[in-house]
């Protein structure tokens, strides 16, 4: 979000611009409860612990993401989890090069993605 005044004096007019980058990063209709899953440690070294917890049983999928959102690995594959709190290991490959990175968890109904830095 932008905010600001344009203008001077009497004639200033307050402004407010919120900018969407297009990229989904929020829950669509998904069972995952409101908090947001949690990761650690991140920045990730070689392998860390992705925690979550499901409001109802559902049939997900936990990928690492490029910030292109192309699929670079995939930790779970259509796996029935029951409602619940979940733990998930991540484990990344040694040839995945440093940067910025999401772990998508997605199911029919929705995707929720959390950043991670390797």
């Known amino acids: ?6 203008g001077f004096g009497d ?5 407010v ?4 980058s297009g990229l ?3 829950v669509i209709e998904f069972s995952l409860t409101n908090n947001t899953p949690l990761i650690y440690p991140n920045p990730i070294q070689e392998h860390a612990t992705l925690e979550y917890t499901l ?4 049939t997900i999928t936990i ?7 192309k699929a670079v690995q995939t930790f779970v594959e259509g796996q029935r989890q029951a409602a619940g709190e979940h733990q998930q290991a991540i484990i990344l490959s ?7 990175y999401l772990i998508a968890i997605s199911s029919p109904k929705g995707r929720f993605t959390v950043q991670v830095v390797k």
Not at 63 to 69: K, V
């Open 17 to 20: 611009a919120r900018y969407l």
């Open 63 to 69: 990928q690492l993401l490029d910030m292109q959102g």
């Open 24 to 26: 989904n990063v929020g």
């Open 1 to 6: 979000m932008v905010a600001g005044f344009s």
């Open 94 to 100: 040694e040839a995945l090069p440093s940067g910025s």
């Open 55 to 58: 409001q109802t049983a559902e």
């Open 11 to 15: 004639d200033a007019d307050f402004a």
